[in-house]
T-cell receptor, first 109, second 114 residues
Framework: RKEVEQDPGPFNVPEGATVAFNCTYSNSASQSFFWYRQDCRKEPKLLMSVYSSGNEDGRFTAQLNRASQYISLLIRDSKLSDSATYLCVVTNYGQNFVFGPGTRLSVLP | DADVTQTPRNRITKTGKRIMLECSQT?????MYWYRQDPGLGLRLIYYSFDVKDINKGEISDGYSVSRQAQAKFSLSLESAIPNQTALYFCATSDPYSSYNEQFFGPGTRLTVL
């Protein structure tokens, strides 16, 4: 089993749709969790950190369930500019960052 | 100016050649990493360094070596390049004292081995 797994995608959604991505991790010692966004042939960039209580940043909401070792990202009111690959990342106190394979999102006009 | 830079941005080389990819950062972070990314796969860790002279193997270190002679610089070498090392290579930094612990990435080096 891979250490970090994500929905395989791709997700093709119309503008304005709500879309949710799921991520599971196998290392129960993981302490920090992130969603990164990667545009085609570009470097990954931090979208948001994921906190135990859940957190929201504008149209984006991240949730963490430590008991189930599950992380989610919800995007509301999708924009064309949201089209990218979303990477789930887990780490143990910054010692070792493990990336999921990514889920590709295409927002269609 | 970018905080994490990589040179070269693109490189085409032949099988058996030795090449070096350079990474520099102005963020003042102690920790630096090298990853490779292949189409359809996530980023895979090659080597990482938590301080000058500290070197640690990652998931896929075979065929690669690194050097960390200064806090700001971390170089990756392919001793004898082979075609399956064709990939997109990213350097990253992180600050262990940050509340968020996130990584910051360079723009990537696209390497093609013929």
């Amino acid at each position: 089993r891979k250490e970090v797994e994500q929905d395989p995608g791709p997700f093709n959604v119309p503008e304005g749709a709500t879309v949710a991505f799921n991520c599971t991790y196998s290392n129960s010692a993981s302490q920090s969790f992130f969603w990164y966004r990667q545009d085609c042939r570009k470097e990954p960039k931090l979208l948001m950190s994921v906190y135990s209580s859940g957190n929201e940043d504008g149209r984006f909401t991240a949730q963490l369930n430590r008991a189930s070792q599950y992380i989610s990202l919800l995007i509301r009111d999708s924009k064309l500019s949201d089209s990218a690959t979303y990477l789930c990342v887990v780490t143990n106190y910054g010692q070792n960052f493990v990336f999921g394979p990514g889920t590709r999102l295409s927002v269609l006009p | 100016d970018a905080d994490v830079t990589q040179t070269p941005r693109n490189r085409i080389t032949k099988t058996g050649k030795r090449i070096m990819l350079e990474c520099s950062q102005t963020k003042g972070h102690d920790r630096m990493y090298w990853y490779r990314q292949d189409p359809g796969l996530g980023l895979r860790l090659i080597y990482y360094s938590f301080d000058v002279k500290d070197i640690n193997k990652g998931e896929i270190s075979d065929g690669y070596s690194v050097s960390r002679q200064a806090q700001a610089k971390f170089s990756l070498s392919l001793e004898s390049a082979i075609p399956n090392q064709t990939a997109l290579y990213f350097c990253a930094t992180s600050d262990p004292y940050s509340s968020y612990n996130e990584q910051f990435f360079g723009p990537g080096t696209r390497l093609t081995v013929l």
